[in-house]
Structure formats: C-alpha cells, structure tokens
C-alpha cells in the first residue's frame, strides 16, 4: 500500500502532468506506428515540413535529445527515403537536412498526432482554463530550468 507521501506527488500537478506526457507519447505512437515513425520522427518531419532545410545540430537542441539519438533518427529517416543530409557549404563536417520528395509525399499523408491529442484531451475545457495550466506549467518549467546547472555546446 502506497505512503500518503507517495500518494499525494502521484496525484500532485507533476504527477498528472507526467501521465499525461506519457499517455500522450502512446497515444501519439498508435497513431504514427501505421506509417513506420515515431513521435521524435514525426518532430523532425513536422520541422523540416515546415520550417524548411535545418542544421541536425540545430534540431538535437529544437528537440533536446541527445546527439547520438538524434544521429539514430536522422538515419532512420534518410534508409526510409524522406530525408536526405546535404553538407553544410560552411562546413561540411556539419549536415543539414531537408525533405526529400518522399518524405514532402509522405507528410501530406500524416495525421497531426498533436493536433488529435488535444482535441481529445481538452474537448470540453474552456480556453481560459487551458491557458492557466499552460501559465502554471510554462513558470514550473522556467524555475526549474534555471535552476540546471549550465550545459556547455560541444563543438
């Protein structure tokens, strides 16, 4: 049986924000497994769809995954034949990646995963009290983030 400690930070903001990240990541599988992707895919889809040509570089920040994670995606992405890696003509030790025609083909396709997960999650809830929580949990996130100790880039 579970402490009234351990209880009350499973039902905190924290402890509901975490399952509604992790509900929303499986969700957000279900809907994308019919296509081969997963959630970080689809993001550097989503990015590339529409914010154009990207330093990867760029995109390990954009998404905070690690470098070698990301190195995995973009891999993926590229033997899947929706993005392809052009070096960067400042360095071309550095990549920058770009929908290939496949992949512009295939983000027509996709569902919005994000777009059905709030549809559903919020259906019914007022504007206004959806952007009191996002206050709350942008604040949260802040504070705490400033309190990280700071990350050095590597080169």
């Known amino acids: ?21 992790l509900t929303s990541q499986s969700v957000m599988e279900s809907l994308l497994r019919p296509f081969d992707l997963g959630p970080t895919q689809w993001y550097v889809l989503c990015h590339l769809a529409e914010e154009g040509p ?10 905070r995954v690690e470098r070698a994670t990301m190195s995995g995606i973009v891999a ?3 033997r899947k034949g929706y993005v392809e890696q052009i070096p960067d003509p400042g360095d071309q030790r ?17 569902p919005d995963p994000v777009d059905e ?12 009290a959806q952007d009191h929580a996002i206050d709350v949990l942008r604040a949260a996130t802040e504070r705490l983030t400033a309190r990280l100790p700071a990350r050095h880039p590597r080169k």
């Open 76 to 78: 993926a992405l590229v």
């Open 117 to 128: 997960i709030l549809a559903i999650a919020f259906e019914g809830v007022p504007q206004e």
């Open 54 to 63: 990207t330093p990867q570089s760029a995109l390990v920040h954009l998404l």
């Open 94 to 110: 550095r990549k920058i990646l770009r929908l290939t025609a496949g992949g512009e083909e295939l983000w027509e396709r996709l």
């Open 1 to 21: 049986m579970p402490s009234d400690k351990r209880r009350a930070h499973h039902e905190s903001v924290g402890g509901w924000a975490k399952r509604l990240h």
